[in-house]
């Protein structure tokens, strides 16, 4: 296996110290704070070592396949609030109402895996009834920004010749802005019903949860003409593991322990564009 080692600003005499422990047959630097191990061993005891080494570094790990390279795929599907943008945009709306405090409870909740999506988003949703529908431009102007590293990840797979996909449970009024904005191939999300300029408190046709999620990439996949395996999914919450767990590579960003338990790696504490040092570039 290969073992990448990455953060922001890591101790490079402590990561020393790491490698040394990994007992390489080579080390490759890949950039400032960012090294490849190659030929390392692999089991669970030494797999829990580099987990509370790193932790503490705050350096991101990821036991890889040597062989694995971004030509292995052929599309990229991400989740949106709280994976590509920083924010969770409902949250956001809510806070327009003064409802913040509520709606995030119930957000976190289902992060967790605690609500079931679908139960969780008309929650939600009904808390909005009467908003003014200009809120949602506001939280799109002033508050929506992307994860770190998200530009970088998507010009170096769209580069690559990767298609993109953004599948959310979030909503279309920021699902289509973003597909625009970063010249995505597919979006797919909720569609809140607005009459006379004002939010009802309702979802148009079927809820985005975590089994629509899933069909939608196998959707995507079979219109492609390539299997699942050849897909790269990240997440965050609960919702996002049906999809993640049928991808050739599942990582989880900045995600819920339930996520980060049971994908393929984790980003904690870089970018998005971590996942190119993950993957060999021939």
Not at 54 to 80: G, P
Not at 95 to 112: N, S, W, Y
Not at 163 to 189: A, C, E, I, N, P
Request: a negative charge; one cysteine or more; charged letters at 25%.
């Amino acid at each position: 296996m290969d073992l990448i080692l990455q953060g922001l600003n890591t101790d490079h005499t402590a990561i020393l110290n790491v490698i040394s422990m990994a007992q390489p047959k080579r080390v490759v630097e890949l950039g400032p704070f960012a090294w490849r191990c190659e030929g390392v061993r692999d089991n669970e005891e030494f797999r829990e070592s580099v987990d509370i080494a790193c932790t503490a570094l705050r350096t991101d790990y990821a036991f890889v396949e040597q062989d694995l390279k971004l030509a292995d795929f052929k599309l990229v599907a991400m989740d949106m609030d709280s994976t590509l943008i920083t924010i969770e945009c409902i949250d956001e709306i809510a806070d327009m109402q003064g409802l913040k405090p509520q709606v995030a409870e119930i957000t976190e909740a289902a992060m967790r895996g605690e609500i079931a999506f679908g139960e969780s988003l008309m929650r939600r949703v009904a808390l909005l009834k009467g908003l003014d529908a200009g809120a949602l431009q506001r939280v799109y102007d002033e508050r929506l920004k992307l994860s770190l590293g998200a530009e970088e990840m998507l010009q170096a797979v769209q580069a690559a010749g990767l298609k993109t996909l953004l599948v959310s449970g979030g909503f279309t009024f920021f699902t289509d802005r973003m597909k625009q904005r970063l010249k995505l191939d597919y979006s797919h999300s909720n569609e809140l019903e607005i009459v006379d300029g004002k939010l009802t408190g309702k979802v148009l046709g079927g809820i985005v949860d975590a089994e629509e999620k899933r069909l939608t990439v196998e959707r995507v996949c079979v219109e492609l003409g390539i299997s699942p395996q050849q897909a790269i999914v990240m997440g965050d919450g609960a919702n996002d593991l049906a999809m993640m767990g049928i991808s050739g590579l599942s990582v989880a960003f900045r995600a819920k322990p339930v996520v980060r338990e049971q994908a393929g790696m984790a980003l904690n504490f870089v970018g998005l564009d971590g996942i190119l040092n993950v993957l060999r570039k021939a």
